[in-house]
């Protein structure tokens, strides 16, 4: 299904939740809404679904606009944080409920529900009651009996909150196949970047209420459009200065930059090609991080995160090592771009 | 000093409530089995019972049904701003704080004889005060707050996530109460009923103020009890007093069982 | 399809109406209703029908003897409860399944069962009057009474505080090198007293107003054996409706004004 959603607005009292949001997903993706709490991801999902009214804006399903149709005639499929499972049904008649719903005949709905009893790895478990499953088998059921009804678009909030963290991995993959083979259009909210990155198609990042930016996971990361988005989306470090910093004399406009671990290098004299593009600072603190260790290292007055390579020969606090800064997202009060080192790029021409 | 503790916690559930009962049955088969049957088989017993009988079911109808509804609104109609639920929630709970009495009270001022609405519904030939419907409309207000208090907490930890998750899957209001929200609240609304049905089993001083206690008329089980008891008989005050605290231990049995059952969902 | 939604709208709205006129006749009307009677005929009457010594020495008397009941029930209902949380013993599950049966029996039938137990035929009738002890219609059977029909009241409140509360809160008190004593009334004390307190509010203001188990076993004397409620409901009898009224809207008031007590005190332990 394709969704279109216009100039949405919702407040709760006198709390802003959503402020003019527009966007439209195409039909197939499977979209993640990424932010922190309270920025608004949930009124969103929760709106699409009707379970809340927006205050204004359109909500379009298929080029119908749908902002009076209740959550019953929407045909959407909405798996709850907590799962929300019928706890006095077993696991076949909650899958069930929705096609009971519809009136389908009994051997009908016998055979949807033992297809997605299969499909979701949960035969041999149709006559169990919710609380006698673990919490993964809980979130298959949910998404099973969301499933069931065959509906157009599936909505999940927080999907893998209330999941322990070993088991979540394998969820999500399992989750990202199963919605690639039955072909949905999804969508799902997260404040877990890395779930984000590793299970949807698009992301949207919201926070305050707004979609500061919507994109592929690499464009949103390569290309962040605003401050928080950089700052939300991978490790990073804040600079003040950033005119103090070598290669970057010269970004006279940005008072501010944000620099992630893997646009620096650090090591010795010899491990550098330009040596005149790199400073030196001074390693504060190492900590081995499993695959590489975490470098704190102080250059000026900042102290800059990078991770060297286990390979490399080992660094010790209180070494003196060159810092080399490959690209800085440079922001001040009104805009934001991506800088690089000015030193470098001269000193390759220079070559040339 | 534990055994002291026991020791002295029995004898007060034995001083306060076992002696009592246990005088109250001998007392009630003082004069033999005929003597208990006897006091039984008055007419005016048979016809105090029978009033007791209906009063029950129809209070326990009107309020069981109206409890749960008015337990619903309070925890989950969102057409109420929040302020209205609050007081509305703080109201429930006053006719704990009202002496039966007064309760019985307030029903003549309103519909006695001598009032507007008393004397209109006196004229079209209904008798509201010293009659049926009052005593019924009496304890209505004594028992109110029994079902509309034992349904809000269960529907409270329930929350809304499994009537939303219906209504997603298409079940629309009266599904969604009859197949997801009854099976949770069931026992809560066996235990309210069970509790009305008790309290208005029991019912005294409000019902004994609106009836006038008039015999074979709009006398109840208890203000029967209240009334051999003035004319000294005793006998016959205990054997209908017996029959009660059976009836009242049995619902008591009852409470338990589904005060357990309860917990478990 | 339009047709249905706007009739089933319409039904909403008829159903919502019905509950809330009901429960707004059924409770607030009446209440109401008391205060504007017997303040329509302007204070000078309301306070001439407070002043009557006979109404307002069975207001002073109902209080003190409500007060005695829930001091009494603050005793052996704090060890009733801790009895029945803490220790195992026969019997146990029997005594906590007839704490509720004050509630559950009708209360003439409450008051019949302490008047044939003390009443002057009875064995601790006539030992008390043996000793020149009046019990039945005085003062101590009217206080027996409200014992026996608010005893639930301050066990059930502390009950559910005591298994909440955590044993490890009493061994670190123990490990700290506090004593018994001292444990029971710095750490456990502190733990049962909202229970304690919202307990006996309670039962001060259904002792307040009990009157079908008091009414059965007081004399019902002017000035010493008759209570606010039988004075009440012989005003009633007597068609003296105004009186009664004026009284009950003094007895209201103090039950509203405990029972907002209550609801503040559980307010405050749910906020912490």
Known sequence: MHIEVRNLDKHFGQFHAVKDVSFSIEKGHLIGLLGPSGGGKTSILRMLAGLETPDSGDIVFHGQRVNNLPPQEREIGFVFQNYALFKHMTVFENIAFGLKVKKLKKPAIRERVQELVELTGLSGFENRYPHQLSGGQRQRVAFARALAPEPQLLLLDEPFAAIDAKIRQELRTWLRELIERVGITSIFVTHDQDEAIEVADEIMIINGGRVEQKGTPWDIYKQPSTPFVASFIGESTIIEDVNRLKGFENSSQASRALIRPEYIEIGHAGEFRLLSATEKGTVRHLHFRGSQWMVEVEVGASRLITYRSLEKETLEVGQEVHVLVHRAYLFNEEESWIAENALKADNVSMFI | MKRLWITLTWLVFSILILIPLVVLATGAFGEGTSGFIKALARPEALHALKMTGLIVLVVTLLNGLFGIMMGIYLVRATWLSRRLRQLFNSIVDLPYAVSPVIGGLMIVLLLGPDTIVGAFFEQIGFKVVYAFPGMVIATLFVTFPLMVREVMPVLQELGTDQEQAASTLGAYSWRTFWQVTWPSIRWAVIYGTILTVARSLGEFGAVLVVSGNIINKTQTATTLVYQDMENFNVTAANGVALVLAVFSIGLLLLMERAKKRKEVH | ?272
């Open chain 3, 1 to 272: 399809m339009n047709n249905t939604w706007i009739r089933h709208k319409g039904w909403t709205w008829g159903f919502r109406t019905t509950v809330l006129l009901y429960f707004l006749i059924l409770i607030v009307l009446p209440i109401a209703g008391v205060y504007v009677n017997s303040l329509s005929d302007g204070w000078s009457a309301f306070v001439q029908n407070i002043a009557d010594p006979i109404a307002w020495k069975a207001v002073l008397l109902t209080l003190q003897l409500a007060l005695v009941a829930t001091v009494i029930n603050v005793a052996i209902g704090t060890m009733s409860a801790w009895v029945l949380v803490r220790y195992d013993f026969p019997g146990k599950s029997l005594l906590n399944s007839i704490v509720d049966l004050p509630f559950a029996l009708p209360t003439a039938v409450g008051g019949l069962m302490i008047l044939v137990l003390l009443g002057p035929h009875s064995v601790v009738g006539r030992a008390a009057s043996a000793l020149g002890l009046d019990l039945v219609f005085h003062q101590p059977a009217i206080v027996v009474a409200m014992v026996f029909v608010t005893f639930p009241f301050v066990i059930r409140a502390i009950q559910p505080l005591l298994e909440e509360l955590d044993t490890s809160a009493e061994e670190a008190s123990y490990t700290l090198g506090a004593s018994r004593a001292l444990t029971f009334f710095r750490v456990i004390l502190p733990a049962m007293l909202p229970g304690i307190l919202s307990g006996a509010m309670l039962a001060f203001s259904r002792a307040l107003a009990e009157f079908g188990a008091v009414v059965l076993v007081a004399g019902n004397i002017p000035g010493r054996t008759l209570t606010a409620s039988v004075y009440i409901f012989g005003e009633v009898e007597s068609d003296n409706e105004a009186g009664a009224a004026a009284v009950s809207i003094l007895l209201l008031t103090l039950s509203f004004l405990i029972l907002w007590l209550i609801n503040l005190v559980q307010t405050r332990r749910a906020d912490t």
